[in-house]
C-alpha cells in the first residue's frame, strides 16, 4: 500500500504503508521539511502549553521500592522520605492512571485495537505479553516530537454545541478562517471548546469518520485537540480512536488545554507555530502524559 486508502465505503488506513511492524504510524510524515517548517514560525520565541495541569491525589507517604524499581541506597532513601522538622528533603512516588479524562496525554498506536488487531494489523495477543506492550508503544515519542503546528477554532469565541459531530466540512471552515493550510506533516491542534473532564455529564461533540477521511487526506502527524470521540455507551462507535489511531496510525493527544493557545494566536495573527511534544522516555506503554509547546 502506498497510500491511505481512502473510499466512500472505506475507513482510511495506513496499514502496510510502511511496513508490516511499524510502530511510528503518521510521525512518517514528519520530515526535515516539516520540522524546517515549524522552525521559520519561532520569531519571538513565545511559548503556549497545551497540557492541563496536574494535582497529584495523595496515596501514601514512604515504603518499600516497588518491586522491579532499581533500589536507592539505603541513607539516601531515609533521608527522602524523612518527615520530621526541619525535613532533610522532599520526594514522591507517582502512579499514574495514563488514560485519565483529566490528565493531557499521548496515546501509542498500540492503545486501541480493532478486529482483535493493533495498527498496523499486528495480532494483540503479539504486541501485548506480560503486563507490557512489545509493538505499537510508547517508544517511538521517547525521542520526541518536533514539526509545523496549525491551530484551527472550530468554534471562534464560544463552543461547538452538545453533540455537535464535526465533518470535513467544519475543518476546511476552519481552515478559510484561519487563512492557513494544513500540509503534511502538520501537527494539527484543534478547539472545540470544551473540557472533557468537566462537561462529561452532557453528549461531548466528536470526530466522525468524514474528519477523519481530511486527517488523512492532509497527512497530519499528531493531532491535539479538546474533544474527540463520543464516551463509551453512547451508541456511536469511537471513530478517532478506532480508525485514526488503530488504522492510520495516529497518535492522539487527548485532553489537550487549547485555552491560552487561543488567546496568543488571537493576539498575535497567526495560527501556525514550530510544534514540541517531549514525553517522558517511557517504553512499552499504551501512552504517556505529555506537555506538547506552541512556539512563536
Not at 10 to 28: A, C, F, K, V
Amino acid at each position: 500500500m502506498t497510500s491511505a486508502s481512502v473510499t466512500a465505503n472505506t475507513p482510511p488506513s495506513n496499514w502496510g504503508r510502511w511496513g508490516e511492524r511499524d510502530e511510528r504510524g503518521t510521525l512518517n510524515f514528519i520530515t526535515d521539511e516539516s520540522r524546517a517548517r515549524g522552525a521559520a514560525c519561532v520569531r519571538t520565541g513565545r511559548t503556549v502549553s497545551l497540557a492541563h495541569p496536574v494535582t497529584p491525589v495523595t496515596l501514601a507517604g514512604g515504603g518499600p521500592v516497588p518491586h522491579g524499581l532499581a533500589p536507592m541506597p539505603a541513607p539516601v532513601q531515609q533521608i527522602l522520605y524523612f518527615t520530621g522538622s526541619p525535613a532533610r528533603a522532599l520526594s514522591d512516588v507517582l502512579v499514574v492512571n495514563t488514560h485519565h479524562v483529566a490528565m493531557t496525554h499521548v496515546d501509542a498506536v498500540a492503545h486501541f485495537p480493532v478486529d482483535g488487531q493493533v495498527y498496523p494489523g499486528v495480532p494483540v495477543n503479539d504486541a501485548a505479553a506480560q503486563g507490557t506492550l512489545r509493538h505499537g508503544s510508547t517508544t517511538p515519542f521517547a525521542a520526541g516530537i518536533t514539526t509545523a503546528g496549525v491551530f484551527l477554532d472550530l468554534a471562534p469565541g464560544g463552543r461547538l454545541r452538545p453533540g455537535h459531530e464535526v465533518t470535513a466540512a467544519d475543518l476546511d471552515a476552519a481552515e478559510e478562517r484561519a487563512g492557513v493550510r494544513v500540509q503534511s506533516g502538520d501537527a494539527l491542534v484543534v478547539r472545540g471548546g470544551w473540557v472533557v473532564q468537566r462537561d462529561l455529564d452532557e453528549r461531548l461533540p466528536a470526530m466522525t469518520l468524514d474528519a477523519v477521511r481530511w486527517m488523512a487526506e492532509r497527512e497530519i502527524s499528531v493531532l491535539a485537540s479538546d474533544i474527540g470521540d463520543v464516551p463509551p455507551g453512547h451508541g456511536a462507535p469511537p471513530v478517532l480512536h478506532g480508525v485514526g489511531l488503530a488504522r492510520l496510525g495516529l497518535p492522539l493527544v487527548d485532553n489537550a488545554d487549547v485555552s491560552a493557545l487561543v488567546a496568543v494566536c488571537g493576539e498575535l495573527g497567526r495560527h501556525t507555530f514550530l510544534f514540541t511534544l517531549g514525553a517522558m522516555p517511557v517504553h512499552g506503554a499504551s501512552g504517556v502524559p505529555v506537555n506538547p509547546l506552541a512556539i512563536f
